[in-house]
């Protein structure tokens, strides 16, 4: 039995989470924790059937929240049901995190048991959206200027987060994309060990995603400059 649990947040998701979800749990992952963010009766069957998997444990907002509300509901439900594992692995419900990438994340972390494990993505493959590498090489290099350290995939959705750096991280700020990047600079600034794994890029011809690519973007940007004036000043 793996000694993490995966965390999805769910917003108008694809079916095939079903099936992600069942390979997960076919692989020995402790707990599914999966966060339908506000979604309608449409998908009502599909997370009827999610919850009815063993070890496999779906959470309910009734209005759509946003990412990172998403995750704090997660993060909470997890510290208190299954603190005894070494942390949690976040993944995407839009297929784009493949199961032995998460496995991956995941095994890193139990070897780690401390800090956090950010799975990277490869923008250099020529099948990867002009859009999506704009978007990353942007909030990177801004990152780096202000931060003094590049990560290459700085709005990277698969991270291995330990145990013990939950509590804090429920209490940063930020409900949309912009709380993971919120959380990504509370690392540095904490001196928090990070770990890169490599990861697949997926796209699928018509990928479907809630990221708004350029607007998000800018969003987390902005995001990130107004953290290092905080800092500063």
């Known amino acids: 039995m793996k000694n993490f649990a995966v965390i999805i947040p769910a917003y108008r998701p694809k079916e095939n989470l079903l099936q992600y979800v069942e390979l997960l749990l076919q692989q020995n992952v402790a707990q599914v924790i999966i966060v339908s963010d506000g979604n309608d009766e449409y998908y009502r069957e599909l997370f009827h059937q999610l919850s009815s998997l063993e070890a496999c444990t779906v959470l309910y907002h009734k209005y759509n929240h946003g990412k990172g509300r998403a995750l704090k509901t997660a993060f909470k439900y997890f510290l208190k049901h299954y603190s005894e594992l070494s942390g949690v692995v976040t993944a995407d419900a839009d297929g784009q995190h493949l199961v032995k990438d998460v496995l991956n ?62 509590e804090w991280a429920i209490q940063l700020k930020g409900n949309q994309f912009e709380y993971e990047m919120n959380m990504l600079i509370n690392m540095i600034n904490k001196k928090k060990r990070i770990v890169h794994v490599d990861i697949a890029a997926v796209y699928e011809d018509k990928h479907t995603s809630h990221f708004a690519t350029y607007k998000d973007s800018i969003r987390i940007a902005g995001q990130i400059i107004r953290e290092y004036f905080r800092k500063v000043i």
């Not at 995941?106 to 070897?111: P, Q, R």
């Not at 923008?123 to 590049?150: A, D, H, K, M, W």
């Open 105 to 166: 994340v995941g095994h890193c972390l139990e070897k780690n048991k401390e800090g956090f494990v950010l799975g990277i993505r490869d923008f250099e493959r020529r099948e990867v959206p002009l859009r999506s590498l704009i978007g990353n090489v942007l909030t990177s290099r801004v990152f780096q200027v202000l931060f003094g350290i590049y990560i290459k995939d700085t709005q990277t959705g698969l991270r291995g987060i330990a145990t013990s750096e939950l």
